[in-house]
């Protein structure tokens, strides 16, 4: 089963910085494609970013330019390096799994961390 679990959220000021990590285990041999995804109160859910395990990555519009995904694969984890931010940032942010890369036994399941949460005051 993998497990995923996200660290790094806290609250900041317009215009500040944090780096969400994510963590990822419960799985050997395999590799994985992984997201950002986030989520406010009252709205759903969210793609931020996502990074393949070629290290090509997308992100969404509100965020270019401002966010980073990163992936440091000898630890499992992604990154999210998050600069000038917005009170319009404010959400739970999520990491997932997307496509699975390995042996027969890497689960093309999606899998989600439970998130962390991120306030940006104005």
């Known amino acids: 089963q993998v497990r995923l679990v996200e660290s790094g959220g806290g609250s900041v000021q317009a215009g500040g910085s944090l780096r969400l990590s994510c963590a990822a285990s419960?799985?050997?041999?395999?590799?994985?494609?992984m997201s950002w995804y986030r989520q406010a109160p009252g709205q759903e859910r969210e793609f931020v970013s996502g990074i393949k395990i070629d290290g090509s990555t997308t992100y969404a519009d509100a965020v270019k330019g401002r966010f980073s995904i990163s992936q440091d694969n000898a630890k499992n984890t992604v990154y999210l390096q998050m600069n000038s931010l917005k009170p319009e940032d404010t959400a739970m942010y999520y990491c997932?799994?997307?496509?699975?890369?390995?042996?027969?036994?890497?689960?093309?399941?999606?899998?989600w961390g439970q998130g962390t949460q991120v306030t940006v005051s104005s």
């Open positions: 419960g799985y050997t041999h395999c590799r994985y494609d």
């Open positions: 997932k799994t997307d496509a699975a890369w390995g042996p027969w036994w890497c689960s093309g399941d999606n899998y």
